[in-house]
């Protein structure tokens, strides 16, 4: 069995970051505004946040201004059978993945 790419993508806004089976290897996002709610970023299982829930995090306090977090996914990651799509919350600008598929 051939090993598939490791790939990124990124998005600016809530919506299908990957289309497609795909292995969330890790995460990279950018926030530049302070929000006092909604500071969630949560992954769904396909093409709209009515598909299954995979993942939520809360992003820390002190990078909610004008920060960059990363996280990597340990073991072979998230599986992601019918698609990526992010609810990127009120305080993140950029949202990117890394994943294999």
């Known amino acids: 069995m051939q090993p598939t790419d490791v790939k990124s993508a990124t998005r600016t806004s809530d919506g299908q970051i990957v289309s497609g089976r795909a292995r ?46 990363a996280f990597n996914i340990p073991g072979n990651g998230l599986m992601f059978t019918d698609g990526i799509y992010v609810d990127m919350g009120a305080s993140v600008n950029r949202f990117t993945v890394i994943y294999q598929g």
């Open 24 to 69: 969330l290897k890790g995460f990279d996002l950018a926030s530049s505004v302070v929000a006092l709610s909604g500071n969630s970023v949560i992954l769904y299982n396909g093409t709209s946040v009515s598909d299954p829930f995979v993942m939520q995090f809360d992003i820390p306090g002190y990078a909610q201004y004008g920060s960059r977090w």
